[in-house]
């Protein structure tokens, strides 16, 4: 994924989520990207984000001219391994 693609994914989440960190997980931070793969963000908030607050992201995402699909996640709503794991090895883009 290219810079401007990143810049303008992070535009969008600190809008909407201006005290987040954000998270690269998945094929995009190992590098093993291939044909069809998407970007998978985290989000952490100190509570849990609200389904409309991501999905609101994910229509202004929609709108850009970033080419993949996106998977977006909030780290306090999905499965004490998965979290690990994106704590683990996925890729801080924004503290």
């Given amino acids: 994924m290219n810079e401007r693609y990143k810049e303008i994914l992070l535009k ?4 909407e989520f201006p005290n987040a960190k954000v998270y690269l997980f998945g094929s995009q ?8 793969s998407d970007i998978d963000l985290a989000i952490q908030e100190a509570k849990p984000v ?7 992201a994910l229509a202004s995402i929609e709108e850009t001219s970033v ?17 690990s794991n994106i704590l683990k090895e996925g890729i801080l883009w924004k503290n």
């Fill in 12 to 15: 969008i989440l600190t809008k």
């Fill in 67 to 83: 080419p993949y699909k996106i998977d977006l996640v909030d780290l306090e709503n999905i499965p004490a391994n998965l979290k």
């Fill in 50 to 56: 609200a389904i409309d607050r991501i999905w609101k």
């Fill in 29 to 36: 931070a190992r590098g093993d990207v291939r044909v069809g």
